[in-house]
């Protein structure tokens, strides 16, 4: 459904598009604004017809398809799938079901099976309990398919006309990413920025120059809208539009509403690198890197066999049947994910781990559920920066997923705080279905889809000056570090991590030379804390520890306090100096997370705060007052 409104207000699952003057940009081919609500995602696996199967190493499943095969069929007798299903008062007569090998995987052992039918959740479970009756099969799941995770619905100053008055998330002094300062230094330069969505539209007037042929790795044409279900080159977005029920009886049991198309991996893919100083539409982030379309997401969603290869596929890896990729990327996107509660598909981890091996690190969202990220795909997989987001006033956005997992935060939109300061803003296709050409207009969308490509994009411009890419544990910390405190409170019990994405600092940190101090007064290394707000999800394990400094006015009390999580702290206070268990000029060290030192006559100057692990601890927040 669209409706027309003046500077409209998104309301979830709603598309408003927004009448809103840009005259601007309309003169460089790109139309009114178009806003959409926030959406998460995954389709209901009932009604399932493909299937993961792991074998273990050596088996001879792995060399042998006829023996792959028999044992297929074996466990499909087995789950009673040989067998004919009469017609009840609840549902139809379904015929015998057999299963056979669909493709391999580029993960080790790992095999897509397909039913001759689509599945119920019994039969579902039947047949997967079964196939890890096999002493062959390490690892057994249905191939779930998961969904786009959004859409609401004296530095350089960019000449795109609608840069000022739409991308606050970009140069906002209290919420933005500190982009202006950080082209000073980078621009992301010869890095590949590889985005696993829903593609990205060919022709796009503000971002075809920036992007690198990828591939469509849907091996459905009901989910890519081609016809065929063989895997093409390019990644073109070709739209992901449903009609009403579309996607009911093979894609989910469930009866939904018609969708038009989000293209939303254009609008994530422009966030990192739009083009930038050309006089159209809007900017990106990294405007000087490439970005490269995998694409896994189409009409109902996506398989989690197509995404694990697309993952792998990005990096570098070998993917069976498809040619090499030569232009690997050194940084993944991946702004998908799950709607329900969801451990990491081990098929995911596997391809996760083998792109983190080939140099490529892979950044997520948090997720869309105001739920423990720890419990969402893709924040419940290790060896992932996970984003969580924000408004325009620096807090939580309401739908953010939360928690330990979640390593920093960037702008999302919330689209409470109205348009356009609710959302993010990017150039995309007009189209209802399938791409309209000459028909761009600006998009607002809202979510930690939209969080996650601000860090993706910061990845590249550290990766693009320093003189040895960062390992992704190296970017992790470094960008947790150099992040800007929330500008207000977080609440202790929804920690979104250790504040906004400050890509300026990480920049400086990243091609700064370490202090010699044989040469130099390096003085104490310390994040530094703004008065009155959290330094939130503070994590460690026993023994370890973190310093911070606070610039204190004298006479007044001064107070510094942790509190919440979970675990042991210890927390140690010195003037002018670093303080240690040892010595310092006062200390809280009682049991648990809640500790407090204050200063009754503080002089003027700097104050250093070392958090100790007295045993581990995480979710545990600190903050100085005065």
Not at 288 to 301: E, Q, T, Y
Not at 384 to 393: E, K, Q
Not at 595 to 608: I, L
Request: aromatic fraction near 6%.
């Amino acid at each position: 459904m669209k409706k027309k409104t003046q500077l409209g207000v998104a309301i979830a699952g709603v598309v408003l598009m927004a009448s809103i003057g840009v005259p601007a940009a309309s003169a460089a081919g790109i139309g009114p604004a178009k806003v959409r609500g926030i959406s998460s995602s995954t389709v209901d696996v009932s009604g399932s017809y493909r299937f993961v199967v792991k074998y273990r190493a050596g088996a001879s499943e792995l060399r042998d398809t006829a023996t792959l095969n028999r044992g297929l069929g074996a466990a499909a007798s087995r789950a009673g799938l040989d067998r004919a299903v009469a017609k009840t008062s609840r549902s139809a007569a379904q015929p015998a079901a057999s299963a056979t090998l669909m493709r391999r995987m580029a993960a080790p052992g790992w095999n897509v099976i397909k039913t001759s039918r689509a599945l119920n959740a019994q039969e579902a479970a039947n047949f997967v309990r079964e196939l890890k009756a096999n002493p062959a099969v390490e690892r057994a799941e249905i191939d779930q398919m998961y969904q786009r995770l959004a859409d609401i619905s004296p530095s350089m100053t960019p000449t795109d006309p609608n840069y000022a008055q739409y991308q606050w998330n970009f140069s906002n002094a209290t919420s933005g990413v500190r982009a202006p300062q950080a082209w000073d230094i980078s621009q992301g330069e010869g890095v590949v920025v590889a985005v696993i969505d829903t593609g990205i539209t060919q022709g796009n007037p503000d971002l075809q120059n920036n992007v690198i042929p990828g591939y469509d790795m849907i091996s459905d044409k009901r989910v890519s809208r081609r016809d065929t279900d063989a895997r093409v080159a390019g990644g073109w977005d070709l739209g992901d539009w449903v009609e009403a029920n579309y996607c009911t009886g093979w894609a989910t049991t469930d009866p939904h509403a018609a969708e038009d198309s989000s293209w939303h991996g254009s609008h994530v893919s422009g966030t990192v690198a739009q083009e930038t100083n050309n006089g159209k539409g809007l900017a990106g982030l990294a405007y000087k890197a490439k970005v490269m379309p995998i694409r896994v997401l189409g009409s109902c969603g996506g398989f989690g066999s197509d995404i694990s290869d697309g993952i792998i596929w990005a990096a570098g890896g070998e993917v069976p049947g498809l040619p090499l990729n030569t232009t690997p990327a050194e940084v993944i996107n991946m702004s998908l994910g799950s709607r329900q509660p969801s451990s990491c598909p081990a098929e995911y981890q596997d391809a996760i781990d083998l792109a983190n091996s080939k140099g490529s690190i892979v950044v997520v969202a948090a997720g869309n559920s105001n739920g423990n990220a720890a419990s969402y795909t893709m924040s419940s997989c290790n060896n992932v920066i996970s984003v969580g987001a924000t408004g325009y006033t620096g807090g939580k956005a309401s739908y953010s997923n939360y928690g330990a997992r979640v390593d920093l935060s960037a702008p999302g939109g919330n689209g409470v705080e109205g348009t356009p300061n609710g959302y993010i803003w990017q150039v995309m296709n007009g189209g209802a279905k399938g791409p309209e050409a000459d028909n761009w207009v600006l998009g607002g969308m809202g979510g930690t889809s939209m969080a996650s490509p601000h860090v993706a994009a910061a990845v590249a411009m550290v990766q693009s000056v320093v003189d040895t890419p960062l390992t992704w544990t190296q970017m992790r910390d470094l960008l947790k570090q150099t992040a800007t405190p929330f500008p207000v409170a977080i609440p202790a019990s929804t920690p979104i991590g250790a504040g906004i994405l400050n890509i300026n600092a990480a920049l400086v940190k990243a091609t700064t030379p370490p202090c010699d101090p044989n040469v130099d007064d390096c003085g104490p290394v310390a994040t530094p804390l703004t008065n009155k707000v959290a330094v939130t999800g503070l994590a460690g394990s026993a023994g370890s520890e973190a310093v911070y400094s606070f610039q204190a006015e004298a006479g007044k009390v001064l107070t510094f306090m942790t509190y919440g999580g979970s675990g042991d702290v210890s927390l140690y206070v010195s003037f002018d100096e670093v303080p240690t268990s040892s010595e310092f000029d006062a200390k809280s060290t009682r049991a648990g997370n809640s500790e407090t030192v204050r200063v009754n006559k503080p002089v003027a100057g700097t104050y250093y705060v070392k958090v100790v692990g007295a045993a581990s601890f995480a979710g545990v927040s600190l903050v100085a007052r005065q």
